[in-house]
């Protein structure tokens, strides 16, 4: 049982460059989510999907964009990368009757 | 505002040494809430619940809605409880809720 797959795991991009986050889950959930972890700074919202065919700004929206592809898919979009966008990003998707949370391996991103 | 705050950034302890990791939260409902690890460079993993009301790596943690706290408690740390714990709040609107973490340090 594969769970929650991120791809890919690492990336480097340059300044202003655009790259896109994959994300899919297995295990029929509704919701999904996009979180970026920083040191001191926890994991914050980006972006989130309560069902198919609905997508929801978090805490840090801005610099980002997702598509809710079908049940399994959710992905996230850098249209213009900054160096602030280097982070370390998870994907995570919950059931609607159980909001615990699965989480993907992380996409450690560097923007230079 | 929904909220959750985890005052302390890192805690250090030695080994055999009790543990509390403080959570507060902001909710004006009935809240759900979590307690996630991360150890080193793995993803996160769900540790408790409140609603379950177990014990797990003997960490227990008690839902307090007068205090509005979610505090995560173990009598006796070990080297491999050292990680980072994320204490988190299931939403109105679908949405988890993180606090900034607590990277706690187990010392032997």
């Known amino acids: 049982n594969a769970g929650v797959t991120q791809t890919p795991k690492f990336q480097v991009l340059k300044t202003g460059q655009s790259m896109t986050l994959q994300c899919a889950q297995d295990m029929n959930h509704n919701s999904m989510y996009w979180y970026r972890q920083d040191p001191g700074m926890g994991l914050r919202l980006i972006y989130y999907s309560a069902s198919e065919g609905t997508t929801d700004k978090g805490e840090v929206p801005n610099g980002y964009n997702v598509s809710r592809l079908n049940k399994r898919e959710f992905s996230l979009r850098l249209e213009s990368a900054a160096p602030s966008q280097t982070s370390v990003y998870f994907c995570a998707s919950t059931s609607v009757w159980n909001t615990e949370a699965f989480f993907g391996q992380g996409t450690r991103l560097t923007v230079v | 505002a929904q909220r959750v705050t985890q005052p302390e950034k890192l805690l250090s302890v030695f080994k055999g040494a009790p543990v509390e990791l403080k959570c507060n939260y902001s909710?004006?409902?009935?809240?759900?809430l979590f307690w996630y690890v991360q150890y080193s460079r793995q993803r996160l993993q769900l540790l408790l619940r409140h609603i379950s009301r177990e014990s797990i790596k003997g960490f227990t943690a008690d839902l307090n809605k007068g205090e509005t706290s979610f505090h995560l408690k173990k009598p006796f740390a070990q080297e491999e409880d050292s990680a980072m714990y994320y204490c988190?709040?299931?939403?109105?609107?679908?949405?988890?809720?993180f606090g900034k973490g607590t990277k706690l340090s187990v010392k032997p």
């Open positions: 988190a709040l299931g939403g109105s609107q679908g949405n988890l809720i």
């Open positions: 909710y004006s409902g009935s809240p759900e």
